[in-house]
C-alpha cells in the first residue's frame, strides 16, 4: 500500500508504535501525540501525504485563531513534525513540510508552589481526613518527601515499601529509575499504611480475591488508584486545611518539594536527580521561583519598601 493510500489515522497508529518501541515513550507522551495528530487530521480536507509547508501554517495560525495557548501550538507542531520525520525514514515522504516552521515560543510561567506553612495545613487536614486516613496521610507524606509525580505514586509497587525503605526505586519517565530517600514522618506513614493495607488485603484474598502488586490498590481497572482520584483527595485536603484549592494539586507539591529543598541549601543537580529531570535546565526554574518568593519577602517586610 502505497503512502498516499494509508488512511491518515494509519500514519498516527504507525508512527505511535514506533514511538513505543523505539523510543520506549510514556503513555501520556503516546497520548498527547494521539490527540494532536488526530486533531490535525480532522482540521485536514486531505492526506497527509500530501500536506506542505503552507498547510502546515495555516492550520497554525487557524489553531491561534481558536484561542489555543503557545504550550499547545508548539506542542502540535512538534508533534506534526514527529510524524513527518517519521514518514521521511519510512520513505512514505521525501520532505518534512513542517521543519523549517518555528514555533510560537511558550509563556514562560513560573510553576505555582506552596509555603511551608501550606504545606503543614495539608498534611495536618489528611492525618485527620474522616476518611481513609491511613492511606492519605501515606500518600501525602510520600509526595512531600520525594516529589514524585503523581503517577509514578499512586502505582507505587508495593514491594518498593517492604522492610521499612530508607530510599524508594521510582521508575519515572521513559520507564527509567532513580532512588529517592524517604523522611522519618514518610516512612512512619508508610509502615503504618501497609499494616493496614496487607491486613485488609489478607481478608480480601480469604474471599477470594486476588493480591494486588500495588502499594495503593484499586478494583478498578488500572489496579491502584487513579490520577484523577488523589487529584480530587487533594482538593478536599486544601478546603479541609484551609488553603486556596485553586493552589493546590498534585504537581504543585512536587514543586514545593524542589523549591523548599534548593531554600533549604541543597544544589540544582541533587534536586535534578530526586526530580529525575533528564536535563538541569528544566530544574533551573526552581531558581527563579525562589528569587520571586525572595522578593516578595523583601517588598512585604523590609521598611525601606513600606509606605510612608
Same mark, same amino acid.
Given at each position: 500500500? &502505497?503512502?498516499?493510500?494509508? !488512511? ?15 523510543? +520506549? ?21 486531505? *492526506? ?19 484561542? $489555543?495557548?503557545? &504550550? ?31 514555533? !510560537? ?9 506552596? &509555603? *511551608?506553612?501550606?504545606? /503543614?495545613?495539608?498534611?495536618?487536614? =489528611? ?28 502505582? $507505587? !509497587?508495593?514491594?518498593?515499601?517492604? #522492610? ?43 474471599? #477470594? =480475591? ?25 482538593? +478536599?485536603? =486544601?478546603?479541609?486545611?484551609?488553603? &486556596?484549592?485553586?493552589?493546590?494539586? !498534585?504537581?504543585?507539591?512536587? *514543586? ?19 526530580? #529525575? *529531570? ?12 525562589? /528569587? ?17
Amino acid at each position: 500500500m &502505497s503512502a498516499s493510500e494509508r !488512511p491518515n489515522a494509519n500514519w498516527i497508529q504507525a508512527f505511535l508504535e514506533a514511538q513505543a518501541a523505539e523510543l +520506549d515513550a510514556a503513555t501520556n507522551t503516546q497520548l498527547a501525540y494521539a490527540r494532536d495528530l488526530t486533531a490535525f487530521s480532522d482540521w485536514l480536507d486531505g *492526506h497527509f501525504s500530501t500536506v506542505t509547508q503552507s498547510d502546515v501554517e495555516r492550520y497554525l495560525i487557524w489553531c491561534d485563531d481558536q484561542g $489555543l495557548a503557545k &504550550s499547545t501550538r508548539a506542542r502540535r507542531l512538534s508533534a506534526i513534525k514527529q510524524i513527518y520525520r517519521f514518514a521521511f525514514e519510512e520513505g512514505w515522504r521525501d520532505d518534512n513540510p513542517a521543519i523549517q516552521i518555528s514555533g !510560537p515560543g511558550r509563556d514562560k510561567r513560573l510553576p505555582k508552589t506552596l &509555603s *511551608h506553612e501550606e504545606v /503543614d495545613a495539608l498534611l495536618g487536614a =489528611a492525618r485527620a481526613a474522616p476518611k481513609d486516613t491511613l492511606r492519605t496521610t501515606c500518600l501525602m507524606e510520600l509526595l512531600y518527601a520525594t516529589g514524585m509525580r503523581v503517577t509514578e505514586l499512586v502505582s $507505587l !509497587p508495593v514491594a518498593a515499601a517492604r #522492610g521499612d525503605p530508607r530510599m524508594l526505586l521510582v521508575r519515572g519517565k521513559g520507564d527509567k529509575e532513580r532512588m529517592v530517600p524517604l523522611s522519618p514522618p514518610a516512612r512512619t506513614a508508610t509502615a503504618t499504611w501497609l499494616a493496614a493495607r496487607d491486613e485488609a488485603e489478607e481478608a480480601a484474598v480469604k474471599d #477470594g =480475591a486476588p493480591r494486588s502488586k500495588f502499594l495503593f490498590p484499586s478494583r478498578g481497572k488500572l489496579g491502584h488508584l487513579t490520577r484523577q482520584s488523589f487529584f480530587n483527595l487533594i482538593k +478536599d485536603l =486544601a478546603v479541609a486545611g484551609s488553603v &486556596s484549592p485553586a493552589k493546590v494539586t !498534585p504537581h504543585t507539591l512536587r *514543586h514545593a518539594f524542589a523549591t523548599h529543598l534548593l531554600a533549604g541549601g541543597a544544589d540544582l543537580r541533587s534536586i535534578q536527580t530526586l526530580l #529525575g *529531570h533528564a536535563d538541569v535546565a528544566t530544574t533551573e526554574i526552581y531558581t527563579h521561583v525562589l /528569587d520571586e518568593r525572595l522578593k516578595e519577602l523583601v517588598l512585604d517586610h523590609h521598611p525601606l519598601a513600606q509606605d510612608d
